[in-house]
């Protein structure tokens, strides 16, 4: 008895099933790629591909909400599904029907990530495919996609009359395993041509680089560059990135009044962000050796004197200050750096033997994890190696946000620091105002904060960020004497206080601002004018410049305010720079030297912080009386005496209450081996940042107790009693 024809049917589809299924059973499996959280939507999408490529398949982008979600799928398909109605037909005739009535299904695979509290977040909602691994890669379609680089050079030498195969010709020469064809060639010519695609975001991605389609980059360069003026990025994860906010500020040359960048006001997601990827690079940093993250160092010091010049120019441009400032800048930066290559020897521990009966003890200092660093506008290169070279040279990751006024150095400081093979994450930079400075206060996986800042600002980050039990160091603006006793040098002591007084334009925060003349200015005026000048004022980029503008509008009307009502309250306007011009550069922020003399105490100039290239002059009667007006001002951070009189440097030193104290010369910030100290309030916290002090800021001490001896019971526990006598413990 024969089954009847539908029946057949029936039983020859079901084995073919079972062979299909059989089939697909055997191959080897491919597994789908390991949820986690990733700082943005790219980071995701680089994850999900790169895990494909190590697989044997390759995903694209099936579906996107660029803020909020996308689902990513396989990029092959390969189960076979009969769309024809069941027939009774022999098996060959069977399979000829079933390959031409069919059509090859898409694979099942698919992952998909939102965007949850700032985040994104992978799942895979199916992780089977229902095909074989790529044995090859170079095998998939998108393996004959060009690079950006050769779509540029396909538009230009299609410009200059080539055809598809002598184009093809030249770019096999650069590159000999390019896959595409003539025809390849062709296709994107004619999308040239016909306005479809353009060289900027034409879409192109390799699997053996990575097996996403990259349909959602630019190919050309990052949006942050294709704007203009340019919008300086955030680096977050080890990419440098373009705010997701709308919002910025303009960086505008202080010379020229034109716009040199923008700078966006990130937003707390972005900080989050940021946050979240320094402490996913902590657990691997801290354990990577430390000769291994100081040859980083040695390298970021080489790139630093490679670029040099592209440094000192862009501070020059964002800043104002002179070339031969801007180096300086650098150089004093660069130093901070060569420290931290050596870094390795000021964490070593103590060691103690035998404490108790077979027992030693030990300390060893460890990195704290996630720190962030604040920085003022004087120093655009020195504030930020100021931190981050010593913290992550510790072990630590760092999060910093450069001033708003002068972001673009930090952004190239930290192209270098990649460069040198800085890990990703390790060093992140978000860019924005009071918002990104309290977000990283408040952020608990945030421990230790480096802060310079003007005074107003300090006292409400101090106290927020202590409150979050932060570590942290604040160093303040600070109104820096100088004392110049009757029997000092004439000569010398003029080259140095016009130097300390006006250089970088008074904008620094060791700036010499205040002269105490002991026994009267008189003897001194008229030559302390005609070295002030002799001063050039102009713009930094010029070669005959000693003194640039101010930051901004704003400051120069501020400063030129402070000078003005002090002038009307009795000081005397010795020299008076507030209407100087300067050919070229008329809009510029300059304002030229000046001398006020006959200050007193009261008086609103010697209150506040001028920063700018503003000398008060007052008088004392004696050197006990000088010194009494510098230890009365809050804000004096350091102090000289200008004499040829032992005795009274001598006294002076003894005498006066600041961190940093000068004989026969200026206020300067000290060597990075040295420590660098400042009295309170121009300080506050516990631990500065230089020398040994900054080791110890970026670190923390464990004590380990050890015994290693076999114990046929139990094992003696060292203690002492009230009187210091050691004890012995029985642990049961």
């Not at 900027?200 to 294709?226: C, D, G, H, I």
Request: hydrophobic share 35%.
């Amino acid at each position: 008895m024969h089954p009847c024809p539908s029946a057949s049917h029936l039983l020859h589809s079901l084995m073919m099933d079972f062979q299909s299924s059989s089939e697909f059973n055997d191959a080897p499996q491919m597994l789908p790629p390991p949820p986690g959280t990733f700082v943005d939507r790219e980071e995701l999408i680089q994850h999900v591909g790169d895990f494909a490529v190590s697989q044997g398949y390759v995903v694209t982008i099936k579906q996107s909400k660029r803020d909020r979600v996308v689902v990513l799928g396989c990029d092959r398909g390969g189960v076979y599904r009969n769309r024809r109605k069941p027939v009774d037909e022999s098996s060959a005739e069977s399979l000829r029907r079933r390959k031409t009535g069919s059509r090859l299904t898409n694979c099942p695979f698919e992952a998909v990530g939102k965007k949850d509290d700032g985040l994104w977040k992978l799942s895979i909602k199916n992780g089977a495919h229902n095909h074989e691994p790529l044995k090859d890669l170079s095998e998939h379609p998108s393996a004959r996609r060009f690079t950006e680089r050769e779509v540029l050079l396909i538009k230009e030498m299609t410009e200059a009359g080539l055809k598809p195969r002598q184009i093809l010709k030249r770019l096999r020469q650069s590159n000999p395993e390019l896959l595409s064809t003539p025809k390849h060639v062709y296709n994107v010519k004619a999308k040239l041509r016909q306005g479809n695609v353009t060289v900027r975001n034409f879409k192109s991605l390799r699997p053996q680089k990575t097996a996403v389609r990259n349909n959602y980059q630019s190919v050309m360069e990052p949006s942050w560059r294709q704007r203009n003026p340019p919008r300086v990025p955030n680096l977050i994860g080890g990419r440098f990135v373009d705010s997701k906010s709308l919002t910025s500020i303009d960086v505008v040359n202080p010379a020229t009044q034109l716009i040199v960048s923008q700078v966006p006001l990130s937003t707390n997601e972005e900080v989050r962000a940021a946050v979240f990827a320094a402490k996913r690079a902590f657990s691997s940093w801290r354990n990577t050796p430390a000769t291994n993250r100081q040859r980083i160092m040695f390298k970021f010091q080489e790139l630093i004197r490679r670029d040099m010049d592209k440094l000192a120019m862009e501070i020059t441009s964002e800043h104002g200050k002179t070339l031969t400032d801007a180096y300086n800048d650098v150089l004093r930066g660069l130093e901070i750096v060569e420290h931290a290559c050596g870094v390795a020897t000021l964490q070593i521990g103590e060691f103690v033997s035998n404490i108790s009966n077979g027992v030693d003890t030990y300390s060893i200092r460890e990195p704290l994890g996630v720190c962030a660093g604040i920085c003022s506008f004087d120093f655009p290169a020195m504030t930020p190696l100021w931190m981050f070279p010593i913290a992550v040279t510790c072990g630590n990751t760092f999060i910093l946000k450069p001033s708003e006024k002068v972001p673009g150095v930090a952004v190239i400081l930290a192209e270098l620091a990649v460069e040198a093979g800085l890990p990703n994450g390790v060093l992140n930079i978000v860019h924005g105002t009071d918002d990104i400075i309290n977000a990283i206060c408040d952020d608990d996986d945030v421990k230790a904060i480096a802060l310079v800042g003007p005074n107003s600002d300090v006292a409400d980050i101090y106290s927020r960020a202590s409150a979050k039990g932060k570590r942290i160091q604040c160093n303040i603006g600070a109104k820096n004497h100088a004392v110049v006793m009757p029997d000092a040098s004439i000569d010398a002591t003029l080259s140095a206080l016009v130097a300390a007084g006006f250089g970088g334009a008074g904008q620094k925060c060791m700036a010499l601002t205040t002269v105490v003349y002991v026994g009267g200015i008189t003897p001194w005026e008229d030559k302390l004018v005609e070295h002030a000048k002799a001063i050039k004022v102009n713009a930094g980029t010029e070669s005959n410049a000693d003194l640039g503008p101010v930051i901004s509008k704003q400051e120069k009307e501020r400063i030129c305010r402070l000078i003005q009502v002090d002038t009307e309250s009795g000081a005397k306007l010795l020299l008076d720079g507030r209407n100087i011009l300067v050919p070229g550069y008329e809009n510029g922020n300059f304002i030229g030297p000046t001398i006020l003399s006959d200050v007193t105490v009261n008086m609103e100039c010697y209150k506040e912080d001028v920063f700018g290239p503003v000398l008060l002059c007052m008088q004392a009667e004696s050197i006990d009386e000088a010194i009494e007006i510098v230890n009365r001002n809050r804000h004096g951070s350091g102090a000289s005496i200008f004499t040829t009189s032992a005795v009274a440097a001598r006294k002076f030193q003894i005498e006066i209450a600041v961190g940093q104290v000068g004989i026969n010369v200026p206020i300067s910030v000290q060597p990075p081996f040295t420590l660098f100290t400042s009295s309170k309030p121009c300080f506050a916290g516990d631990l500065n940042c230089d020398g040994k002090g900054g080791i110890l800021f970026y670190t923390q001490i464990k004590t380990v107790t050890q015994q290693w001896k076999d114990l046929p019971g139990n094992v003696e526990t060292p203690t002492s009693n009230s009187n210091g006598e050691s004890l012995q413990l029985q642990n049961s």
